[in-house]
């Protein structure tokens, strides 16, 4: 999260008054600076998993993630076991966005159709939907009879504020609008909502209403709450897809507010997604809320201790970010078994790893097509970086662009993309059919115009003033500053003997992440970046007047336009504005096939 400076002084008030949140403290400190930090047993425990978005079969490239989803299942198999040993609970929870950002998922037509039976062999106790099972009609379709009306899920999965749209035109809820349960061991008595935030692009086989609008106006709520007494629920869970900390929107906060009105002293627990980092925000003395990540980095954990010793009312809430690696799940495992020799695999986890592994196959996304000889991120490089990703488009890539019909290339250029089309950093090691669809799946057309350079040169700060340029399924735009802002109060962790990582800060400090990790910067990313191609001359030599091509994505064209045209407005120039009528085909291949043809000469 980003806490205002008003946040952190709030934040810090919070930690002086609530006891239990020092004694929350201390136990963590414990472990600080062990080589994996532990997980803390309570009551209830959690595993989250959110934002997947396909990646079922590790990080090929990141040894820091190299445990698939075989592996994931078998952690969370004998997890159980063990916990159910020291009679306490767990609950396995998925908050949604499952295709859209891996070959796995999306090499398939309607992305996840092969992904999502892999998924689904997790036990999941609560599962529900993101925005990316929202776009098309056949994800949805796929995502509400194969998943949320499956006979293993129809009574675990929650989704309270959406709807869906039979072939006959019927509304019918996505799944249960809340559900109630007892806990297997502590038979704890739960109740279970689950928001997606006020999503404003579902396709027409969905309706998705705003969270609050759905509690104050339809009536399933207000039977809720007549049927289930405070004195009747001991824990209330509220999962879904949307943010812990959304200082603008604070969807999660008003839902406390108006769910805290009739439960003024439940548990009420939430787990969060959607921004794809890692987060947990403390609301009040009894109630928290954790984000875990994206991409299966992240096996976010949390337990409750329902009461404690010294206030018998105090709830105590620990959580742990545990990075998705064979190394961190044998940790844990081996700590619950006292360090005896606990199993960290079974079969129905190598079922599901070699399932996994014959779809990569079947799909073809070893199929080698280069070479990446280092690795060039987005976001944890500067812009000028030799690093960064964006810079090696820039300066490597898109100079190589070739118009198909030959126009004038004699002309200066200015080539411009949305930051938003790269989905991931690239990752030295081979460069194959599924790195395309994890760093850059959509091809492109060109479109271009032909303007002052005057007008050309001012075109990418302005774009870069204002709003985000929005393309569908880049789940990568929703970086934030998150790491190390302006007002950060962890320490900046430099130690070449650790894995570059998350170092994440949240309303509990600075210890979450299970595996310390040397700190990674996170850089703002513009709107657009964009290659300047002159001919023959230094910009400041050149003839402002002179004409020169803007070429850029046909779906930028009306940003694009808007951008020139006002140019022109505030420079009084003696032009008509531009339309799409200004605008021509360049031709030439797509960024896509550039950054394969550039890597396939290693
Ligand atoms: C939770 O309670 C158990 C006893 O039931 C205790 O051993 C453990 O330390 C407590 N955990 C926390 C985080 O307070
Ligand atoms: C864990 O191991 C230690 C040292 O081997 C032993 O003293 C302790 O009794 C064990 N605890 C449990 C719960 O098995
Ligand atoms: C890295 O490890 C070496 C050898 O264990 C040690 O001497 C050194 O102090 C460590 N560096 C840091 C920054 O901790
Ligand atoms: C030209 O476009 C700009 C920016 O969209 C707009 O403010 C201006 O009014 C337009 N001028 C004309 C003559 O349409
Ligand atoms: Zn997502
Ligand atoms: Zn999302």
Partial sequence: MTPTFVQCLALFAGLVSAKPFQQQQAILALSQDAQVRDIHIGDINFIHTTDTHGWLGSHLSQ???????????????????????????????????????????????????????????????????????????????????????????KDKYVCSNVEFIEDDGKRVPFGNKYIKFETP??????????????????????????PLQELMEKKWFQSMIEANKEEDVDLIIVFGHLPATDPTEREMQNIHSLIRKYYPNTIIQYFGGHTHIRDFVWLDSKSTCLQSGRFAETVGFLSINMTNTVEPDSPVFTRRYVDFNKKSFKYHLRKLGNDSDVPTSTKKGKTISRLVKDLRNELSLNQKLGYIPKTYYVSARPLDSEENLYHLITQKILPNLVPSKNYEPSMSRFMLINTGSVRYDLYKGPFTKDTEYIVMPFNNDWHFITVPLVVASKVESYLNKGPVIASLG????????????????????????????YTTEDDFGCHGDDTPHSSQKEYDIPNVVQCKDLKNSREEEMDPLKMVHVIFYTFMELDILNAVNSIINDLSLHMKNLTTNDCSHYGGDSTKKLLRDYFAQF
């Avoid at 704890?188 to 998705?208: C, G, K, M, Y």
């Avoid at 990568?476 to 430099?494: D, R």
């Fill in 474 to 501: 880049t789940p990568s735009s929703y970086h934030k500053k998150h790491h190390f802002g302006a007002f950060q109060k962890c320490p900046f962790v430099k130690d070449p003997n650790l894995s570059e990582g």
């Fill in 63 to 153: 040894a820091n993630y190299d445990a698939d989803w075989g592996d994931f299942v078998a952690f969370v198999e004998i997890f159980r076991e063990k916990v159910s040993q020291l009679s306490k609970d767990v609950i396995v929870i998925d908050t949604g966005d499952k295709r859209d950002g891996n070959g796995l998922s999306d090499a398939t037509w309607p992305p996840g159709l092969r992904s999502s039976e892999i998924f689904n062999m997790m036990d999941y106790d609560l599962l529900t939907l993101g925005n990316h099972e929202l776009y098309t009609a056949e994800s949805t379709i796929l995502e509400y009879r194969g998943t949320s009306q499956s006979t293993k899920f």
């Fill in 185 to 210: 061991v502590m038979k704890q008595r739960v109740l279970a909502l689950s928001f997606l935030f006020s999503f404003q692009r579902a396709n027409n086989r969905a309706i998705v209403t705003p």
